[in-house]
């Protein structure tokens, strides 16, 4: 029942080194940072971090810059080269970085845009080989306006309809659609024209001012002009490759390191600073405190101050526990954390969550194919049950291998009611036929097993209540100490009567041992406030006047607090006093006779294998196979799942209900991520 002991960590230093210190802390993967302390009614000049999320702005900026410099980013590569902890310094260093490569960088993407461009002009001068005629002078012409493109078929045969226009029509390359061609018209009648052809479809290519010469000519010049401009952003790749390989390495280091401090940001909030230092707060476990001290070491100017927890000290929980139960921990949480000063009741909820499953659903073949799909599912997935499932599995095993009990056959192995001693033991002259024949026996057993574990429950209750200082519940609790006296009492005087034939109940036993616990639950009220103020009185008599009970001044305080409230008469408090009496010893008597489904759920299990059993004798050879597979499937799917709920139904509401105190605070790990561990 292990509670992971934490300290509290007060930690301090200059601000210039809050950066690196928060950044630490999420490293260790061992640091629960404490909210900030309210300072709005103090007297010290203390403000809080907030979060400009500059950090982040920063570390875009880098990665666009590693872009464009051609740099692969590592975003886990060690920075502890890297001086840099304010935003100033790194924004310098971007800066720099960005002055080296801009100009390189606008140009390329000029030099690329214009050969694109080129490019483009290129293929449609390849459509007008053969044109004779100067492109420069052709495009210079005052009064007349030339259009190169491309013309569908289809409306080349439609311009004789066009013969009263006046315009001069050139074609070139005919291809399977269109045709590549010229068209030459007036200046006054050039968007006449122009209306015409993009009617007929028409797709202009628009020829540069530069061009000169012929076709051919054009063409020369143009690819010349293309090959100085690869040229060109050739040089500009290799000059920005340079600055990629001496910076880099750096580079990379720096976003980094503007990621780190971006995701321990939001820890900022967490900080109080006055007097131009920081500080804050947070646990860790007890174990890493040399470990943590030399890590924080290694940030310079911070100071470390350790303390242990304090009785009654709300300090955050983390469980531990070893391989076998850690899986149980589940169940746990899925209840609720355990306080600080409590009990972790893993090994118990484990213990008993597999002795009871196996009680319930006992088959060795069965219990080995759960344990078999358990194993499988552990090793393929992260689901949390999968570990739990392969334990159940053993379990089922094991009293698989008690009762006799494989795939419901009870012939292969000897069940224990067969073992002379024990049916002799029992009261039977001969070996029973079946579990059947022993289900008084069982049933019974079943109860011992509910009583054992009640007061198991309860003795646990009285040690958590005592160590919380809650007296109510470990005193007059109906699972405090007067309740486990009264059911003890009880159960002892009635056991001893119906199992062995001797009455121990005379009327002192009844008197000290029944009446008297149900009677001090029934006035624990008034009792509980004696208490209290007989601590208040005692502790104001002492110098210091503060050494009282915890639990008796909370109880106090809380009796203090309703004085203004309705009192009760004598009347109301013997009503309800009555109430709660009837429906603790009622809660006792159910409690009880709910672990009879223990023995319930043997019996069911033999009763369907019974029947799968029946209808394979029905069948011959194959079938009579097909159908005990089918059995044996169906049980252990649909009844291994119900006995998983209802054990879980027995820890929830008949152990935890009696013992676990909850209400913990879940110790979470900041980390570089923004997320708990």
């Not at 911070?302 to 955050?316: D, Y």
């Not at 005990?628 to 209900?657: A, D």
């Amino acid at each position: 029942m292990a509670i992971e002991k934490v300290m509290l960590v007060y930690i301090e230093g200059a601000l210039r080194r809050i950066n690196k210190t928060l950044i630490k802390c999420c490293e260790s993967e061992c640091f629960h940072i404490n909210p900030p302390p309210d300072t709005s009614g103090s007297e010290l000049a203390a403000k809080n971090l907030k979060d400009k999320g500059v950090y982040d702005r920063l570390a875009k900026r880098a990665k666009s810059l590693a872009d464009q410099l051609g740099v692969k980013l590592d975003p886990n590569v060690s920075y502890d080269d890297i001086d840099y902890s304010v935003s100033v310094d790194f924004k310098k260093y971007l800066d720099e970085i960005d002055g080296m490569q801009k100009a390189l960088t606008e140009e390329k993407i000029g030099q690329s845009s214009a050969l694109r461009s080129e490019n483009a002009i290129y293929e449609n001068l390849s459509q007008l080989s053969g044109f004779d005629a100067d492109f420069a002078e052709l495009l210079a012409c005052k009064y007349v306006k030339s259009r190169f493109g491309r013309l569908p078929n289809d409306s080349i045969r439609k311009l004789s309809f066009y013969s009263g226009k006046t315009f001069f029509f050139y074609p070139f390359e005919q291809e399977k659609n269109y045709t590549w061609c010229l068209y030459i018209a007036s200046v006054t009648e050039a968007n006449d024209i122009d209306y015409l052809f993009n009617q007929l479809g028409f797709e202009r290519t628009k020829l540069p001012d530069y061009l000169k010469g012929n076709s051919e000519e054009a063409t020369k010049k143009l690819v010349a002009q293309m090959e100085d401009r690869n040229k060109r952003i050739n040089e500009i790749d290799a000059e920005l490759k340079k600055i990629a390989d001496r910076e880099g390495a750096k580079l990379s280091k720096v976003f980094a390191k503007l990621n780190a401090i971006g995701n321990s940001y939001e820890l900022r909030a967490n900080v109080t600073v006055f007097d131009g230092r920081f500080h804050f707060s947070g646990y860790i476990p007890a174990k890493e405190k040399k470990r943590f001290t030399e890590l924080m070491q290694s940030v310079g100017d911070v100071t470390l101050t350790f303390r242990e927890t304090a009785p009654g000290e709300t300090a955050p929980v983390r469980l531990k526990n070893n391989r076998l139960f850690r899986p149980f921990e589940m169940f746990v949480k899925m209840y609720g954390l355990p306080a600080s000063n409590g009990i972790d009741p893993t090994p118990i909820v484990a213990i008993t969550y597999m002795l009871l499953y196996g009680m319930m659903f006992g088959d060795v073949g069965q219990g080995l194919c759960i344990m078999i799909l358990g194993l499988i599912l552990t090793k393929c997935t992260k689901a949390g049950l999968a570990p739990i499932i392969t334990r159940i599995g053993f379990s089922s095993t094991i009293f698989g291998i008690i009762y006799g009990s494989v795939f419901g056959s009870e012939e292969i192995i000897k069940p224990f009611f067969h073992i002379p001693q024990i049916y002799e033991m029992l009261g039977y002259k001969e070996a029973p036929a079946d579990i059947f024949s022993v289900s008084t026996m069982l049933l019974i057993a079943a109860l011992v097993v509910g009583i054992f574990l009640i007061l198991f429950t309860m003795i646990l209750n009285i040690i958590v209540s005592l160590k919380m200082h809650d007296l109510e519940s470990g005193i007059f609790g109906a699972s405090g100490i007067c309740g486990f006296v009264f059911y003890a009492a009880l159960v002892a005087g009635l056991g001893s009567s119906f199992a062995f034939g001797m009455n121990i109940m005379n009327t002192a036993y009844v008197l000290c041992l029944i009446v008297l616990p149900l009677v001090l639950i029934f006035f624990k009220e008034p009792l509980l406030h004696m208490l209290a103020e007989r601590g208040v009185k005692s502790a104001k008599t002492q110098k210091n006047g503060g050494n009282i009970d915890t639990g008796l001044k909370a109880r106090l305080d809380a009796m203090s607090e309703n004085k203004g409230a309705e009192k009760k008469t004598v009347g109301m408090f013997i009503i309800e006093g009555i109430i709660d009496l009837f429906e603790t010893c009622l809660t006792y008597l159910t409690n009880t006779m709910s672990y009879l489904r223990i023995g319930g759920f043997v019996l069911s299990h033999a009763g369907l294998m019974l029947v799968f059993s029946i209808l394979a004798g029905m069948f011959d050879g194959v079938g009579s196979v097909i159908v005990l597979v089918i059995g044996n499937i169906f049980v252990t799917g649909f009844e291994g799942f119900i006995v998983g709920i209802q054990v879980l139904r027995l820890e929830f509401y008949e152990l935890f209900s009696r013992y676990f105190k909850s209400g913990g605070i879940p110790f979470k790990s900041v980390s570089l991520s923004s997320e708990a561990a």
